[in-house]
């Protein structure tokens, strides 16, 4: 399968701007809301920390890999 990177890129703006809005509309006790987990073996979870552990470290762990990745074919890894 063969990206179409110019068309990812324009994509992406859309997708970031629809995270933040959902992200920025959360309250509080949509924070707090209870979320099960159990069949990860994680337990029941609130939201709060499924964003914080969940989905921020996985962004960070596969921006990780492909650091790692680009690294033998002489191109720059993690860009901060």
């Known amino acids: 399968m063969e990206v179409n ?5 324009e994509y992406a703006p859309a997708v ?6 959902w ?8 924070l ?5 987990l159990s ?6 979870q609130t939201l709060a920390w ?5 989905i921020i470290w ?6 990780g890999e492909v ?3 680009k690294r033998p074919q002489d191109a720059k890894g993690f860009p901060f």
């Open 50 to 54: 499924v964003l914080g552990n969940v």
């Open 23 to 30: 992200l920025g509309s959360l309250s509080a006790p949509d």
């Open 32 to 36: 707090g809301k209870e979320i099960d």
């Open 16 to 21: 970031y701007k629809s995270a933040s809005e």
């Open 39 to 44: 069949n990860f073996g994680l337990g029941k």
């Open 5 to 9: 990177l110019p068309e990812l890129k």
């Open 58 to 63: 996985h962004v960070a762990a596969h921006c």
């Open 67 to 69: 650091s790692c990745l």
